[in-house]
């Protein structure tokens, strides 16, 4: 089976490597992914500049390719240009923090494994609650589950899995929940500053407002120890507004 091992973190990143190793008990493991850090980037692709690829070893050993593009770029060039034949399976992360809300809008991690369901490639993307010293090897043996159980089943096309584990030990994970895409979102607010040239600059912050605590919420979820897993897809049409809307004498 052909695996191929994205993030947005970028090539470097811990869980990236932890998560590609796990992924290599099940397959060859391919792993394309930013040659830098490229969090909250969304479904951004590049259009005006040429992508590079360099390769990234780890212990005298060949451990993947890092690209000056996007996560969803990395995605394209891996299964049109990279790979020899196209991924079975697409995995991105593992994301330092977590994925739920509105923050899946946003998230490169997530639109990573969207651009492999826009292929027809079948994908999910996983991440693990914030810490300050995060240990990723749960989040990793997680996604061997849940990558077996996908395998072994069939998503709707268009679908993937957005898996979110939470921060505490294999051991202390009170198992897995599906859930939905709550409402939680980041609350910005904005620190004005003067850099030494006297120029103002705005400096970014805020906290994450969690508005709904239901059950079968992602955040509530992840909160009760377990492993949320959403499905999602990138159809954005508000269907139960057409007809609505088609009255509004077009």
Known sequence: MRILVTNDDGIHAEGLYRLAKAMARLGEVTVVAPLIEHSAVGHAITLTDPLRVEKVFHDGHLFGRAVNGTPADCVKLAVRM????????????????????????????????????????????????????????PAAEIAVEVAERLLAHHLPDGVLLNVNVPAIARDEIRGFRVTEQGQGRFVETFEARVDPRGKQYFWQAGETVIPDHGETIDDTALEEGYVAITPIHFDLTARPFMAELASWGW
């Open 82 to 137: 990279l790979m020899h034949e196209p991924p079975d399976l697409v995995v991105s992360g593992i994301n330092h923090g977590a994925n739920t809300g509105h923050n899946v809008i946003y998230s490169g991690t997530v639109s990573a494994a969207t651009e492999g369901a826009i292929l027809a490639i079948p994908a999910f993307a996983i991440s693990r609650a914030w810490s300050l010293e995060p240990d990723f090897s």
